[in-house]
């Protein structure tokens, strides 16, 4: 309205320099413009009020609203899976009140397995939640069906879904869903995920390569050696290292190959005289070769040890040793693995580098390796616990708790598995004592691992000490409500 | 009566009564809890020796808790409602406990003692002089309100932003002074223009006139015994007797709780309570203020339906009103709105045509969708018209989820101008946005 605006500029510059004009003023005020010049005389301002307090009540008497033809948002389609039910939904609602996302996780997992979608009345909170906890995106995609795929497209920040066909994704997708496709498709077909990446390397920054080489670890195999090789020529010093150890966990690489054959000379089975040589002994010898490739340092191996009691070449002996295969050693000295041990641990120096065969086994798993030396029970060998059968790796947890009860709190925080109900005992009874290290949320963020059947024993673990006795009862109350949310989820999945 | 979770939750007087209501909700907390067709009462086992007593007067939702929480209601009532919401079965329908009759009982006879009470004799000639000494106070304030609007349309609007908080507080204060608390607030309201946005001047010059209208209004018709001055005096802060109100004969009828609004300034809460009646097809609104830890009279829950009687403040567009008498219902369903909006602006207009100063209003509103235009969201009706979405980035991703982009009856507060969505019917059931 032509009019209003006039009122407005007028507004803007005021009475004392602008008379508002009437000539714009619609024809049904016309009238009413001569009794507000009579009524308010030779008042300026009193007179601009007056009009403009009648324009605005015209304008809002008259209100024309915009009446346009748009497209719209479109429609979501119909759901294809079912909902959950009514008591999961309203476990789901207590969860998120609870702002416990290791027990969302547990009740999306649920949700997954069991085939269904959440109600769409909880998308924007579930997809918010997504949008900062990033490994709750992909199960909170397949949980909010086609309803949270459409409204995903209509909010940018909420976009994380990959689409129907991958390979369309890994060409057009952010880098966030480029490196979460290329990470599936790693695993399920390493070869096509390796052809894609080596497509479009040459396009792609630096940041992003990294991304992308950190992602290749998923489904790493001799076919990406050639690949990987051909990195060294990279700019970027980061790629170029992250390549390296790609390749490093590789067995067949050439840069392990170099790693072995370096040992090959540096480690030999010699026979020892004893006992005024009345008799005989096979040890160990440990000497590197007097040249050593350079590649072997340019690739990582620190040449100086940083410690004084180990000399730089027994050093550099034990770096070689933990990034080679443990089967090396079957084929190097013809033995079996026990025996290999055996040998190793008749001097000090190869009792030490047992810990590198160690490392070496958690990087190139080999469970009769990891059996073997777990057994040993002076050492921790902590990577290699996962190796091990479910009943052993908890024995080997309760055998080392009191001597590395925080090392291992570490580890089993870690774990996939729930735990035993006689783990979790020995767990509290640790952790009840040092309140101030192990917080309520800690027990939050754990709570996955935390067997129900645990809460009828949550009272034995009370510690003796008054001030930690005081705070594990209230940690046991907030322990007790997220047992009974794990219970629920469960339940309510399996009713 | 049956309510659902969010409703019970609208309830609670803050955010950790909320959440510390919903960590009791938990049958493990309870030593006792039963239920009849009058209230619901429950015992939770606190830090305390002895559990605490909750109880709930199904009635006219009212609750008691021997804790001794200050606020209200407190943690435990809420999680008793939710609980009962959540396992009604699990209540036992045994008689109920001694402290939970002696409650009711009490709350009865208040009631009681409450209709009967009689008024203080009132010295009209006090009264009177009380009044016509206010109105003095009144005017000569408005004559100053008017002389300072006066000079802001001499200089033009253009250095308003440089202003500051104060120039606008001190007119307030002065206003506060001449008994005008009314005109303080659309004064204050002034001073909160945003001048950031674009169109701040459009903004800041339609209240400077609706200031403008009612201060001038006022000392022009300030002798007129119409309900047309009642909307005067009401804008620029004249109370009534709400006893008096109170015994006018009101209006009764379904009445569904479109929504709740609830702000706290300096302690005080004030609850808006949107009410929708099914056969008279008329729009209320009910105030509440409370201060900080004392407890509210009225618990109306939204999405909930109500049969009572409203008494409507005097206007020539009855909306704000108190209620009388309040039973319950156990009427469900969908009430009609308007079709579209054009017919709500015809509305409007007739609203305007009696009062050209209006507060928000409610609106239900069907088959409303949302569309994207001009880097901003709209709700569309079935004819293509269109009205700007305020506070759109809250509330457009629960409409859409809901939606799915499918047309919806909506529950709006606002003007045609803009508006907010407070709830929305999704498969007969209201959700609250």
């Given at each position: 309205?032509?009019?209003?605006?006039?009122?407005?500029?007028?507004?803007?510059?005021?009475?004392?320099?602008?008379?508002?004009?009437v000539?714009?003023?619609?024809?049904?005020?016309?009238?009413?413009?001569t009794?507000?010049?009579?009524?308010?005389?030779n008042?300026?301002?009193?007179?601009y009020?007056?009009?403009?307090?009648?324009?605005?009540?015209?304008?809002?008497?008259?209100?024309t609203?915009?009446?346009?033809?748009?497209?719209?948002?479109?429609?979501?389609?119909?759901?294809?899976?079912?909902?959950?039910?009514?008591?999961?939904?309203?476990?789901?609602?207590?969860?998120?009140?609870?702002?416990a996302?290791?027990?969302?996780?547990?009740?999306?997992?649920?949700?997954?397995?069991?085939?269904?979608?959440?109600?769409?009345?909880?998308?924007p909170?579930?997809?918010?939640?997504?949008?900062?906890?990033?490994?709750?995106?992909?199960?909170?995609?397949?949980?909010?069906?086609?309803?949270?795929?459409w409204?995903?497209?209509?909010?940018?920040?909420?976009?994380?879904?990959?689409?129907?066909?991958?390979?369309?994704?890994?060409?057009?997708?952010?880098?966030?869903?480029?490196?979460?496709?290329?990470?599936?498709?790693?695993?399920?077909?390493?070869?096509?995920?390796?052809?894609?990446?080596?497509?479009?390397?040459?396009?792609?920054?630096?940041?992003?390569?990294?991304?992308?080489?950190?992602?290749?670890?998923?489904?790493?195999?001799?076919?990406?050696?050639?690949?990987?090789?051909?990195?060294?020529?990279?700019?970027?010093k980061?790629?170029?290292?992250?390549?390296?150890?790609?390749?490093?966990?590789?067995?067949?690489?050439?840069l392990?190959?170099?790693?072995?054959?370096?040992?090959?000379?540096?480690?030999?089975?010699?026979?020892?005289?004893?006992?005024?040589?009345?008799s005989?002994?096979?040890?160990?010898h440990?000497?590197?070769?007097?040249?050593?490739p350079?590649?072997?340092?340019?690739s990582?191996?620190?040449?100086?040890?940083?410690?004084?009691?180990?000399?730089?070449?027994?050093?550099?002996?034990y770096?070689?040793?933990?990034?080679?295969?443990?089967?090396?050693?079957?084929?190097?000295?013809q033995?079996?693995?026990?025996?290999?041990?055996?040998?190793?641990?008749?001097?000090?120096?190869?009792?030490?580098?047992?810990?590198?065969?160690?490392?070496?086994?958690s990087?190139?798993?080999?469970?009769e390796?990891?059996?073997?030396?777990?057994?040993?029970?002076?050492?921790?060998?902590?990577?290699?616990?996962?190796?091990?059968?479910?009943?052993?790796?908890?024995?080997?947890?309760?055998?080392?708790?009191?001597?590395?009860?925080?090392?291992?709190?570490?580890?089993?925080?870690?774990?996939?598995?729930?735990?035993?109900?006689?783990?979790?005992?020995?767990?509290?009874?640790?952790?009840?004592n040092?309140?101030?290290?192990?917080?309520?949320?800690?027990?939050?963020d754990?709570i996955?691992?935390?067997p129900?059947?645990?809460?009828?024993?949550?009272?034995?673990c009370?510690?003796v000490?008054?001030?930690?006795?005081m705070?594990?009862?209230?940690?046991?109350e907030?322990?007790?409500?997220?047992?009974?949310?794990?219970k629920?989820?469960?339940?309510?999945?399996?009713? | 009566?049956t309510?659902?979770?969010?409703?019970?939750?609208?309830?609670?007087?803050?955010?950790?009564?909320?959440?510390?209501?919903?960590?009791?909700?938990?049958?493990?907390?309870?030593?006792?809890?039963?239920?009849?067709?009058?209230?619901?009462?429950?015992?939770?086992q606190?830090?305390?020796?002895?559990?605490?007593?909750?109880?709930?007067?199904?009635?006219?939702?009212?609750f008691?808790?021997?804790?001794?929480?200050?606020?209200?209601?407190?943690?435990?009532?809420?999680?008793?409602?939710?609980?009962?919401?959540?396992?009604?079965?699990?209540?036992?329908?045994?008689?109920?406990?001694a402290?939970?009759?002696?409650?009711?009982?009490?709350?009865?006879?208040?009631?009681?003692?409450?209709?009967?009470?009689?008024?203080?004799?009132?010295?009209?000639?006090?009264?009177?002089?009380?009044?016509?000494?206010?109105?003095?106070?009144?005017?000569?304030?408005?004559?100053?309100?008017?002389?300072?609007?006066?000079?802001?349309v001499?200089?033009?609007?253009?250095?308003?932003p440089?202003k500051?908080?104060?120039?606008?507080?001190?007119?307030?204060?002065?206003?506060?002074?001449?008994?005008?608390?009314?005109l303080?607030?659309?004064?204050?309201?002034?001073?909160?223009?945003?001048?950031?946005?674009?169109?701040?001047?459009?903004?800041?010059?339609?209240?400077?006139l609706?200031i403008?209208?009612?201060?001038?209004g006022?000392?022009?018709?300030?002798?007129?015994?119409?309900?047309?001055?009642?909307?005067?005096?009401?804008?620029?802060?004249?109370?009534?007797?709400?006893?008096?109100?109170?015994?006018?004969?009101?209006?009764?009828?379904?009445?569904?709780?479109?929504?709740k609004q609830?702000?706290?300034?300096?302690?005080?809460?004030t609850?808006?309570?949107?009410?929708?009646?099914?056969?008279?097809?008329?729009?209320?609104?009910?105030?509440?203020?409370?201060?900080?830890?004392?407890?509210?009279?009225?618990?109306?829950?939204?999405?909930?339906?109500?049969?009572?009687?409203?008494?409507?403040?005097?206007?020539?567009?009855?909306?704000?009103?108190?209620?009388?008498?309040?039973?319950?219902?156990?009427?469900?369903?969908?009430?009609?709105?308007?079709?579209?909006?054009?017919?709500?602006?015809?509305?409007?207009?007739?609203?305007?045509?009696?009062?050209?100063?209006?507060?928000?209003?409610?609106?239900?509103?069907?088959?409303?969708?949302?569309?994207?235009?001009?880097?901003?969201?709209?709700?569309?009706?079935?004819?293509?018209?269109?009205?700007?979405?305020?506070?759109?980035e809250?509330?457009?991703?629960?409409?859409?989820?809901?939606?799915?982009?499918?047309?919806?009856?909506?529950?709006?507060?606002?003007?045609?101008?803009?508006?907010?969505?407070?709830?929305?019917?999704?498969?007969?059931?209201?959700l609250?946005?």
């Open positions: 309205m032509q009019s209003w605006e006039e009122v407005i500029h007028t507004a803007m510059i005021g009475t004392d320099k602008k008379i508002l004009s000539t714009n003023l619609p024809a049904d005020l016309a009238a009413v413009q009794t507000l010049s009579d009524l308010t005389g008042d300026k301002e009193a007179l009020l007056q009009q403009a307090s009648l324009l605005m009540n015209y304008k809002q008497c008259g209100l609203l915009l009446q346009k033809e748009m497209a719209g948002t479109g429609i979501a389609l119909p759901e294809e899976k079912p909902y959950c039910s009514a008591a999961a939904a309203q476990v789901l609602k207590e969860v998120l009140n609870a702002e996302p290791v027990l969302l996780h547990d009740w999306l997992n649920h949700c997954n397995e069991k085939g269904q979608v959440f109600q769409p009345v909880f998308i909170a579930l997809f918010s939640k997504a949008t900062q906890e990033k490994h709750l995106q992909e199960l909170v995609m397949h949980c909010s069906g086609k309803r949270g795929e409204i995903s497209r209509l909010n940018e920040n909420w976009n994380f879904y990959s689409g129907e066909n991958p390979e369309e994704t890994w060409q057009t997708g952010t880098q966030d869903q480029r490196r979460l496709v290329l990470k599936e498709t790693r695993i399920s077909d390493p070869a096509l995920g390796l052809a894609w990446l080596q497509q479009s390397w040459a396009t792609e920054d630096a940041a992003g390569k990294l991304g992308f080489l950190e992602v290749l670890k998923s489904g790493l195999n001799e076919a990406d050696i050639l690949f990987l090789e051909s990195l060294q020529t990279e700019k970027s980061k790629v170029k290292e992250e390549a390296i150890n790609l390749l490093k966990h590789i067995p067949g690489s050439s392990i190959r170099l790693y072995q054959q370096v040992l090959e000379e540096a480690v030999q089975v010699k026979k020892e005289r004893s006992l005024m040589g009345l005989s002994k096979t040890v160990l440990f000497k590197l070769p007097s040249s050593i350079e590649a072997v340092f340019q990582g191996i620190e040449k100086m040890s940083s410690q004084k009691n180990i000399s730089d070449d027994r050093f550099i002996i770096q070689l040793i933990s990034y080679t295969p443990p089967v090396f050693w079957e084929k190097h000295f033995l079996k693995p026990v025996e290999i041990i055996d040998l190793f641990c008749k001097t000090e120096e190869g009792y030490e580098h047992t810990g590198a065969i160690g490392l070496a086994a990087r190139f798993p080999n469970p390796w990891a059996a073997i030396l777990t057994s040993d029970p002076n050492r921790l060998f902590l990577d290699l616990i996962s190796q091990l059968p479910p009943d052993q790796q908890e024995k080997y947890l309760l055998k080392h708790f009191d001597k590395a009860g925080d090392t291992l709190m570490q580890l089993v925080a870690k774990t996939r598995e729930e735990w035993s109900v006689n783990l979790a005992k020995t767990i509290f009874k640790y952790t009840s040092k309140p101030d290290q192990y917080p309520k949320s800690y027990y939050r754990i996955h691992l935390i129900t059947a645990v809460a009828a024993e949550l009272n034995r009370t510690p000490e008054q001030y930690p006795a705070t594990w009862n209230k940690t046991c907030y322990l007790l409500y997220l047992l009974d949310l794990k629920q989820i469960h339940q309510s999945f399996n009713q | 009566m309510l659902s979770e969010d409703q019970i939750l609208a309830l609670a007087p803050d955010e950790a009564s909320k959440k510390a209501g919903l960590g009791l909700a938990n049958m493990s907390k309870w030593v006792s809890k039963g239920a009849n067709e009058l209230a619901i009462w429950g015992e939770c606190g830090s305390g020796s002895k559990p605490y007593q909750a109880q709930i007067d199904l009635s006219n939702i009212a008691k808790c021997s804790c001794p929480s200050r606020k209200f209601p407190c943690k435990h009532g809420i999680a008793l409602f939710l609980l009962y919401a959540r396992q009604t079965a699990s209540f036992t329908v045994d008689k109920q406990p402290w939970v009759t002696e409650w009711l009982e009490k709350r009865a006879e208040k009631q009681e003692k409450k209709a009967a009470k009689e008024e203080a004799p009132v010295d009209e000639a006090a009264q009177a002089k009380r009044q016509l000494a206010r109105h003095e106070k009144v005017i000569h304030g408005i004559h100053e309100l008017q002389l300072w609007i006066k000079d802001i001499r200089n033009g609007i253009l250095s308003i440089e500051g908080f104060p120039w606008f507080e001190n007119v307030a204060k002065r206003m506060v002074d001449a008994q005008a608390p009314g303080a607030n659309m004064v204050r309201q002034l001073g909160e223009t945003n001048f950031f946005t674009e169109d701040w001047q459009q903004q800041f010059l339609e209240q400077l609706k403008y209208i009612v201060a001038e006022y000392s022009k018709h300030h002798t007129d015994e119409t309900p047309f001055l009642q909307d005067l005096r009401s804008w620029v802060g004249f109370t009534i007797n709400q006893d008096e109100l109170k015994e006018q004969s009101g209006i009764t009828d379904t009445w569904l709780v479109l929504a609830s702000n706290e300034v300096d302690n005080v809460t609850e808006k309570y949107w009410l929708y009646g099914l056969e008279q097809k008329k729009y209320a609104l009910v105030l509440q203020f409370t201060v900080r830890g004392q407890g509210s009279q009225l618990s109306l829950t939204p999405g909930l339906y109500v049969q009572a009687e409203l008494v409507f403040f005097p206007s020539v567009n009855p909306m704000r009103a108190l209620i009388k008498r309040q039973l319950n219902t156990q009427y469900t369903g969908i009430p009609k709105g308007f079709s579209g909006w054009e017919e709500l602006t015809g509305a409007h207009t007739e609203i305007y045509s009696r009062f050209p100063v209006q507060g928000e209003r409610p609106y239900i509103v069907e088959q409303l969708t949302t569309v994207r235009y001009n880097n901003q969201w709209w709700l569309c009706d079935q004819s293509s018209r269109m009205v700007p979405l305020r506070n759109a809250k509330s457009i991703w629960p409409i859409l989820a809901i939606s799915g982009g499918q047309p919806l009856n909506m529950v709006l507060i606002g003007s045609p101008a803009q508006v907010e969505v407070a709830g929305l019917w999704q498969e007969n059931q209201y609250l946005v």
